[in-house]
């Protein structure tokens, strides 16, 4: 999701990272692959789309050298929220639940020993954790539920400032007063069970936030002393891990000039706290060097060309290319990397009549968007809000999306189109008012060239545009996330969930309380009574199916009032050394799981 609360940063980052692919690559009935000066021809096979991946029986020992264009954010499970921190936190943390690399759907028991137990009408959580988990040096203790309830109290903390805790833990009795003290509606029976009393019926949606690392246990002994400090050194300066990995460190705990150069080199060494017997993770490698900077097509040809390597953000444009044209098995592009769609202002001017949104998205073609952004490596065409690998998506029509006329022609049609402006109230089938629409774009290929696909689609239906593109940061942060400015149409836009939970992809995007004067999420100022009745009774309805179902149904209702145009649903392009196993994770945009990787025998 997108600031004020949280994940939308998160999202932005891995988005506009993947979206800055412009090799284009079109969909045909076969394996082969022919290349032209414009275009390939492509299949995606299970190779490349990341399924039926191997998670075991991979080669002990080695050392993985990971070379990436952008650094790191925070270690801190308490303020992680990157799709690239994520490799490295769940490599060292382990929340109380996780995800299997192969599953996006479906949380599997981390650091709990088994499934969380409802009760109380789903206003109660009670999990038990493991036995025999250790922290890393210098700790060097078993972790209890006393340090699960720090390491998320701790995120209330001003110091931590954790970027979600609002969203999905101020379910928590008492958490929304929290400022990083005990919290109430946490209580810890004994020293392996820890209980979450909540404020209402939410338990499903609390139950996926407790795959977030927040959850991870933090030791207080070792921690608060950090956790005075502004921002707390904990994660930058000193860390200790739980899980198979560590960030490398000195006696007293410190990675700051040890296992950590920012900017430069984070290494990572085998926990020797850590026990196989408590953990899914089979943790192959021995050590993972991973190497910030430097240009992004040298560090392709290094991946695909080199020995035991991998890179773990988006290549460049011309590195998948080679990639998918050379070295077909070393490239994976999984879905459900996030989703993009044209914002469209619901509140006032043009776009505040649904049959001129309608007309828009009739008119749009979503397939020359989609061929500039790579075509089908790095996604498919959207048909609706609820991405591919998450909850809800198949309820809402799964690939071909709700079945309307103005969602049936992906390459646009103009008779639809002109259909919809006539209901709106143009006998001639254009737009004939005085407004000049104000669309504000992401600047630099391929989202400008996007933005102007959707500025010929809007002048092809009569309207006179006013286009200015920005830096990608500028347009959320001045403009498309702040409603004051009155932007008609915001092009780039894009969403990334939090975790599988539907919730996590509809809600602040199309309530309307979660409208805003600044950060706003919701970039149409959607604020519709229907659509907000039914978000609300999504909201309160329990059980995995119950909620696939219902947010299906809420993403149904927004594609019939058109409140904004999805146009691509995004996959996660990875490339690897012909001698590693990469093995990626599906519920985090297809980034490699540092856990299972392994190099590949001699």
């Not at 999984?334 to 202002?345: E, F, I, K, Q, T």
Request: aromatic share 10%; glycine share 10%; hydrophobic share 40%.
């Amino acid at each position: 999701m997108r600031r004020p609360w949280a994940r939308a940063w998160r999202a932005a980052a891995a988005h506009a990272a993947a979206l800055a692919v412009s090799v284009v690559v079109a969909a045909c009935g076969s394996h082969g692959r022919t290349t032209t000066t414009t275009s390939v021809q492509a299949t995606l096979t299970p190779a490349l789309d990341g399924t039926g991946q191997n998670l075991s029986n991979g080669t002990r020992g080695g050392t993985l050298t990971v070379l990436n264009r952008e650094d790191f954010k925070s270690f801190d499970p308490g303020r992680a929220y990157d799709q690239y921190d994520y490799e490295v936190v769940y490599a060292t943390q382990r929340p109380l639940f996780s995800y299997m690399p192969n599953q996006s759907k479906t949380v599997s028991p981390d650091l709990a020993s088994g499934p969380a137990t409802v009760s109380d009408r789903a206003r109660t959580v009670t999990v038990h954790i493991r036995h025999g988990v250790h922290f890393s040096p210098p700790v060097n203790r078993e972790v209890t539920s006393a340090d699960v309830a720090y390491g998320i109290e701790r995120g209330a903390n001003p110091n931590v400032a954790n970027p979600y805790f609002a969203v999905y833990f101020d379910e928590i009795v008492g958490a929304s007063k929290a400022s990083g003290g005990l919290i109430s509606g946490i209580s810890l029976p004994d020293r392996y069970t820890i209980v979450f009393h909540l404020t209402g019926p939410r338990a499903s949606l609390f139950l996926g936030a407790l795959s977030l690392p927040l959850s991870a246990p933090v030791p207080p002994e070792f921690a608060r002393r950090l956790d005075a400090e502004k921002p707390t050194k904990y994660g930058s300066t000193y860390l200790v891990a739980t899980g198979p990995y560590m960030v490398e460190s000195d006696a007293r705990g410190k990675i700051l000039g040890v296992g950590l150069d920012p900017g430069r080199v984070t290494t990572l060494v085998r926990n020797p706290d850590w026990r196989a017997s408590t953990d899914h993770r089979p943790a192959y490698l021995d050590r993972i060097e991973i190497h910030v900077g430097g240009d992004p097509v040298v560090i392709g040809r290094r991946v695909l060309t080199g020995s035991h390597m991998v890179q773990s953000d988006t290549p460049a444009n011309s590195i998948i290319k080679l990639a998918y044209d050379s070295y077909y098995d070393q490239l994976v592009a999984p879905a459900g990397a996030g989703d993009s769609y044209v914002a469209l202002n619901n509140k006032r001017g043009p776009f505040f009549n649904v049959n001129v949104r309608k007309a828009l998205w009739a008119a749009l073609d979503r397939t020359a968007m989609l061929k500039i952004h790579g075509g089908e490596v790095v996604g498919q065409i959207g048909t609706h809000f609820i991405y591919p690998g998450s909850a809800g998506y198949e309820q809402s029509g799964g690939d071909s999306g709700p079945r309307v006329d103005y969602n049936d022609y992906p390459s646009g049609n103009l008779a639809v189109a002109k259909k919809y402006m006539k209901l709106a109230g143009y006998p001639s089938g254009k737009y004939t008012g005085s407004a000049v629409i104000k669309i504000i774009g992401s600047s630099g290929d391929p989202a400008r060239k996007d933005a102007e696909l959707v500025n010929s689609a809007l002048q092809n239906l009569g309207f006179k545009t006013d286009f200015t593109a920005v830096e990608e940061s500028v347009m959320y942060s001045k403009y498309c996330g702040v409603p004051a400015r009155d932007i008609d149409v915001c092009p780039n836009v894009g969403w990334l969930r939090d975790f599988a939970d539907p919730q996590t992809i509809l809600d602040l995007a199309f309530s309307g309380w979660s409208i805003a004067p600044r950060n706003n999420p919701n970039w149409s100022q959607v604020n519709d009574p229907q659509i907000n009745a039914a978000i609300k009774a999504a909201e309160l309805t329990s059980g995995d199916a119950a909620r696939a179902q219902a947010w299906g149904g809420v993403d149904k209702l927004l594609v019939a009032k058109a409140v904004a145009i999805p146009w691509i649903f995004d996959r996660g392009p990875e490339i690897r050394s012909r001698d590693v196993r990469g093995v990626s994770d599906l519920w985090n945009g297809g980034t490699w799981d540092l856990s299972y990787t392994s190099l590949a025998p001699p």
